[in-house]
Nanobody, 122 residues
Framework: QVQVVESGGGLVQPGGSLRLSCAAS????????MSWYRQAPGKERELVAA????????NYADSVKGRFTISRDDAKNTVYLQMNNLKPEDTAVYYC???????????????WGQGTLVTVSS
């Protein structure tokens, strides 16, 4: 089964930190770009951060640059999102995304997790 599972969300005060984890299975993890998205109430889902490969390019939304760090551990098939100096505007459901390829279907295949809720409030 191809899947990604997020964990680590919760309630945190403004200025606090939280680390999200995404455990992947069912595909060759180290071959594919991994990303974190989020969806806040009343808003569209947006890209937060992406990592192409181990030691590869890192990309961040302007709103989180300098505060969030994406990383991956290919040995553990896991991608992380370290979130520091959290703001109320960061409140959202955070989703892990893998851009994979299906050799059976011969097409790109995006894999999404169920999401983990991050609430930043005093």
């Amino acid at each position: 089964q191809v899947q990604v599972v997020e964990s680590g969300g919760g309630l945190v005060q403004p200025g606090g930190s939280l680390r999200l984890s995404c455990a992947a299975s069912g595909f060759t993890f180290n071959r594919y770009p991994m990303s974190w998205y989020r969806q806040a109430p009343g808003k569209e889902r947006e890209l937060v951060a992406a990592v192409i490969s181990a030691g590869g390019s890192l990309n961040y939304a302007d709103s989180v640059k300098g505060r969030f760090t994406i990383s991956r551990d290919d040995a553990k098939n896991t991608v992380y999102l370290q979130m520091n100096n959290l703001k109320p505007e960061d409140t959202a459901v955070y989703y892990c995304n893998a851009k994979t390829y299906s050799y059976v279907q011969e097409r790109d295949l995006e894999v999404w997790g169920q999401g983990t809720l991050v609430t930043v409030s005093s």
